[in-house]
């Protein structure tokens, strides 16, 4: 597709299982981005992932988060023994990187929202 | 990334140019400005981004201090459709995270 996908769009969840959310960024993209939003609040910075590069995780709130970019393509986000806490609408983002420009425009995915009961 | 200082929130009058600042006094020489917006219920959404001159494309124009310490984003005829949370965000460029702050809710009437 042109754009960045995530699936699925909406989950409810139980308290204590586990929850897989995906995203299948735009081809060619070297960089993809994970927030999460709870409602009415700002747009939180979870983990960065930038090619071959190490990932950025220092925006994971806790060890029951993890993330995973496999062939520096499609990414996926799991929370371990989900909370009532972790409801929110989880957002990707992919970007290219040129350097001569600093144009790394980010294209956000519609996000998966996460209902955790 | 430097830390940006934005107004919580700003109304405009739909018709009339909407001028949301951001002030970045710990900004870098290689770091650019660059300006999200997010509406209700979508993902954020690429505006614009400067590194000193000004700045306009489609959306919105950038105007960028000398001194590099603030900038403006000015949306010439503002319409309902601008009703969003903006977002002023300084970094480098490619190789560094995308951090967002709390933005400037602009509200626009008709």
């Known amino acids: 597709g042109a754009g960045v996908s995530q699936s699925p769009s909406n989950k409810v969840t139980e308290k204590g299982k586990d929850v897989e959310l995906r995203c299948d960024p735009i081809?060619?993209?070297?960089?993809l981005y994970w927030y999460r939003q709870r409602l009415g609040q700002g747009l939180e910075f979870l983990i960065y992932?930038?090619?071959?590069?190490?990932?950025?995780k220092s925006g994971l709130p806790s060890d029951r988060f993890s993330a995973e970019r496999t062939g520096g393509s499609v990414s996926t986000l799991t929370i371990q023994r989900t909370q009532q806490e972790d409801s929110a609408v989880y957002l990707c983002?992919?970007?290219?990187?040129?350097?001569?420009?600093?144009?790394?425009?980010?294209?956000f995915g519609q996000g998966t929202r996460l209902t955790v009961v | 990334d430097a830390k940006t200082t934005q107004p919580t929130s700003m109304d405009c009058a739909e018709g009339r140019a909407a001028n949301l600042p951001c002030n970045h006094s710990?900004?870098?020489?290689?770091?650019?400005v660059y300006w999200y917006r997010q509406i209700h219920s979508q993902g954020p959404q690429y505006i614009i981004h400067?590194?000193?001159n000004n700045e306009t494309n489609e959306m919105a124009s950038l105007i960028i201090t000398e001194d590099r310490k603030s900038s403006t984003l000015i949306l010439p005829h503002a319409t309902l459709r601008d009703t969003a949370v903006y977002y002023c965000?300084?970094?480098?460029?490619?190789?560094?995270?995308?951090?967002f702050g709390t933005g400037t809710r602009l509200l626009v009437s008709p």
């Open positions: 992932f930038q090619g071959n590069s190490a990932p950025d």
């Open positions: 081809s060619g993209h070297t960089a």
């Open positions: 983002a992919s970007s290219p990187t040129i350097l001569r420009t600093g144009m790394t425009e980010a294209f």
């Open positions: 400067g590194l000193k």
């Open positions: 710990t900004i870098s020489g290689n770091e650019y």
């Open positions: 965000i300084v970094r480098v460029g490619g190789f560094q995270k995308l951090v």
